[in-house]
């Protein structure tokens, strides 16, 4: 792996983009790019691929029926399209929405769905998701192309772009997003993951299974910690903690928490030093639910 990062940190000399090769899938990243790109490069592989596995095993673990496949991925924050590519490469899913507001992502997000022949299935929306419409501010990172944020008032950096917000219930209004089609959602927005699932009661009444990063001093930082788990607990009945949960035990369905229990793993990653895990929220059938293990 320290061989790969070398040649990483080599390659930004001569090249902007180097190809990798991960889980049946190729991608190109950028070679300026020292976390998701370094990162891919280096491990072949990132911890979202991870946690979109045990994503689609949880959920077909806990619903006792495999109704949500073959529908269409929502993926917020799509970043470059290592998680659009590798759900569609799963073969659970039909199709890709995936909305990213950075503009270099995009041009990669693209050219990595027409590498790995996905072209058709992958639908991309330049703009970024929230709990309202209009105009916003990008902060940009310049050495990691998934630390870009999303800031309501103009944050008066200089490297800060105006992007687009949307709602995803206007998008749902506007016959983009058809509702009975999405199987899951994901949603990756450093921080703003409260305002997109506020902006999306359309899908999160009807219980589709949800999957953000849980990162809480962001989320408090933007003012939206509190308001994510009202969300949580009025329409989904259970939760799992994806870093930490292991294949087996989610096969077993000995990983669903009920979804009260979301502020003790608040605490638990104050305790633990974690600054942020990816959680996916579940409404599940009562008899599913009686399945879990303490």
Not at 2 to 18: M, Q
Request: aromatic residues 4%; positive net charge; proline residues 3%.
């Amino acid at each position: 792996m320290s061989r790969r990062r070398e040649f990483f940190a080599d390659a930004s000399r001569h090249t902007p983009l180097l190809a990798v090769d991960s889980g049946g899938c190729r991608y190109l990243v950028a070679t300026w790019d020292v976390k998701v790109g370094r990162s891919l490069f280096a491990n072949r592989r990132r911890a979202e691929m991870v946690a979109l596995r045990k994503a689609i095993d949880v959920a077909s673990a806990s619903s006792g029926a495999a109704g949500w496949e073959g529908g269409t991925f929502l993926d917020v924050g799509a970043n470059i399209g290592t998680t659009t590519i590798a759900a569609l490469a799963s073969g659970r899913f039909a199709a890709v929405i995936a909305l990213e507001p950075e503009l270099e992502n995009v041009r990669l997000l693209r050219a990595n769905a027409a590498l790995n022949g996905f072209e058709r299935e992958v639908k991309v929306l330049p703009v970024a998701a929230s709990d309202r419409e209009g105009i916003a501010h990008l902060r940009m990172s310049v050495k990691n192309s998934g630390g870009h944020s999303v800031a309501i008032e103009d944050p008066g950096e200089s490297t800060a772009r105006a992007i687009q917000v949307v709602r995803l219930d206007h998008l749902v209004e506007r016959g983009v997003i058809d509702p009975d089609r999405v199987g899951m959602v994901w949603v990756d927005a450093q921080g703003h993951e409260g305002h997109v699932v506020r902006g999306a009661q359309s899908l999160v009444r009807r219980g589709i299974p949800v999957v953000l990063e849980f990162a809480p001093a962001q989320l408090a930082a933007s003012s939206r910690l509190e308001t994510l788990l009202d969300d949580a607990r009025e329409h989904y009945t259970h939760f799992v903690d994806l870093r930490t949960a292991a294949l087996g035990a989610i096969r077993r369905s000995e990983v669903l928490r009920p979804v009260g229990e979301l502020t003790r793993l608040v605490d638990a990653l104050d305790a633990q030093d974690r600054v942020f895990t990816d959680i996916q929220l579940l409404r599940v059938p009562r008899r599913s639910a009686s399945r879990r293990l303490a």
